[in-house]
């Protein structure tokens, strides 16, 4: 049950890389329409108001040329050459700046024009009010009304048409100029400004749109590759290793493609060396028992007329169908991946006794059996039994083979130290001792060497040489070697016969 649950809150592909895009592609319109119209709105305003700057600094000269302090001329004469001096300054501004004089009482002087007076009165009513607020609201603090020429204001007429304002008082006293206001229209701008952004959410929504119709397709093209896959690995689960016939688009499923085929191909062999292991063991079986059972017919029914050398033949097969049993069980422990108790071993005990095993074997063979070791302490981590056996097997592999000497080496194997190392001096020798010391045990013969066809495969289980027992030897000390952190290796020598190197 609990199984079951777990299985219906997997995620596809489609729901792990489609349902996350999918909403990020849908939220990126909006955020980019806000993003779009907020940066829009700012630089809009800004630009408003560097012209709104622009053109007071073009009237401010002006305005200190006419009105200067020892001119005779009559005030409203003044007014008016300022007013025909300001006119083309304001038409040639960029975008719709537009310029406003009050007088006293808040009077507008400029524009002169009486049609253009009645047009712009509901703005000019909006800043007389702005104004005689921010004068009464001085007037009660006892502080002059200053409005600065770097504060912008934004003003709503009447008409509900909003302005942005710069409005300042004029530097030069006099009644008939009081405030300067340069301003301009907003609607214009805020409705460019929310058209774009419309157009900017349109955009983004399409190609939201076309890019999750995208994602869809690649999703459907991954979900069907892997799906592939998955029809291809049950296919080889149900025993079928030929290799996969489909292609890949997609790199990842090319490479699990190509795992799958090396596994396939892995267990085929696997499946082959099983069947031929079945089939030797079979065979190694069949012999001794019907050897075992002809014999003890033949004494049931008195055909043997010496039962008791019937009844060693039937000891002897037994015993041989014992050791065929035990190194059966030792290598399946072996293969499943059985840890030993190492512990510190001295190679001359173990060799001592590997030995005294294997002399009776070398004498009936005619071998003799020699040993190479300095006479010194080899200890090496180990579990003895295994390492016995381990000895057992290369000696008795080698005194079958052997034409007249088998030969037992001990060495000690150092890693040659590089010149910074010899440039640290004695510590780091010390230091690295142990990381670069080990001891490789041979067991050397003299015979013809390993075949070519046969030097790959001598480890394999069930692989027997010319003169080979069972074929579980060779194959349960490699396995035996590795449990104990050790490695076997085989080769021939060049003077001829073969070399098994045990190296720690």
């Known amino acids: 049950m609990k199984r079951n649950k777990q299985e219906q809150h997997k995620k596809t592909i489609g729901k792990v890389i489609l349902t996350p895009s999918i909403l990020i592609l849908l939220i990126f319109p909006l955020v980019a329409c806000g993003i779009f119209y907020t940066t829009a709105h700012q630089y809009a305003t800004r630009e408003a108001k560097d012209r709104l700057m622009e053109l007071r600094e073009a009237v401010l000269p002006e305005m200190e040329n006419v009105f200067q302090a020892d001119s005779t001329e009559e005030p409203r004469v003044l007014v008016g050459r300022f007013v025909r001096q300001v006119a083309p300054i304001t038409r040639r501004m960029e975008g719709d700046t537009r310029l406003m004089i009050f007088a006293a009482e808040n009077r507008v002087v400029y524009p002169r024009d009486e049609e253009e007076r009645a047009y712009v009165k509901p703005v000019s009513d909006a800043f007389s009010a702005y104004i005689a607020a921010y004068e009464n609201e001085a007037a009660l603090s006892d502080n002059a009304y200053d409005q600065t020429s770097s504060e912008t204001i934004r003003i709503k007429a009447e008409n509900n048409e909003e302005f942005l304002a710069s ?30 952004s419309l157009l900017v959410l349109f955009i983004s929504l399409v190609s ?19 799906e592939a896959l998955a029809m291809e690995a049950e296919r080889i689960g149900n025993g079928d290793f030929s290799p996969i016939e489909k292609t890949f688009d997609i790199e990842e499923a090319s490479t699990v493609e190509k795992a799958m085929n090396c596994m396939a191909e892995a267990l085929r062999v696997t499946r082959e060396s099983e069947q031929k292991f079945y089939q030797n063991v079979s065979h190694d079986l069949r012999t001794p028992l019907m050897s075992i059972g002809g014999y003890a017919q033949g004494i049931e029914t008195g055909v043997m007329k010496d039962p008791v050398q019937a009844a060693h033949i039937i000891s002897e097969e037994s015993a041989r169908l014992t050791r065929y049993v035990s190194d059966l069980l030792t290598l399946s422990r072996l293969e499943s991946g059985e840890k030993f108790h190492l512990e510190k071993v001295d190679l001359a005990d173990v060799i001592e006794e590997s030995f005294e095993h294997m002399n009776g074997l070398a004498l009936h063979h005619g071998v003799e059996l020699k040993i190479d070791m300095p006479s010194h302490e080899w200890i090496v981590e180990a579990d003895p039994q295994q390492l016995v056996r381990i000895l057992d097997n290369l000696l008795s592999n080698a005194v079958r083979y052997a034409h007249s000497r088998v030969l037992l080496q001990v060495e000690e194997r150092r890693r040659e130290s590089t010149e910074t190392e010899e440039a640290h001096g004695s510590w780091m020798e010390e230091r690295l001792r142990s990381e670069n010391r080990g001891i490789d045990l041979r067991v050397l013969d003299d015979g013809d060497g390993i075949s070519e066809q046969d030097l790959p495969h001598i480890f394999e289980r069930s692989y027997k040489g010319a003169k080979g027992g069972f074929g579980f030897g060779l194959a349960i000390a490699s396995h035996a070697a590795r449990s104990m952190n050790a490695t076997l290796r085989a080769e021939n020598r060049a003077e001829g016969g073969a070399c098994f190197t045990l190296s720690f």
């Open 208 to 226: 939201a749109i076309v890019l999750i119709g995208l994602l869809r397709s690649t999703a459907r093209t991954m979900t069907g590759q892997f």
């Open 167 to 196: 409005i300042y008082p004029s530097p030069i006293t006099s009644l008939q100029i009081r405030y300067i206001i340069t301003y301009c229209p907003v609607a214009e701008m805020d409705a460019w400004i929310r058209t774009a």
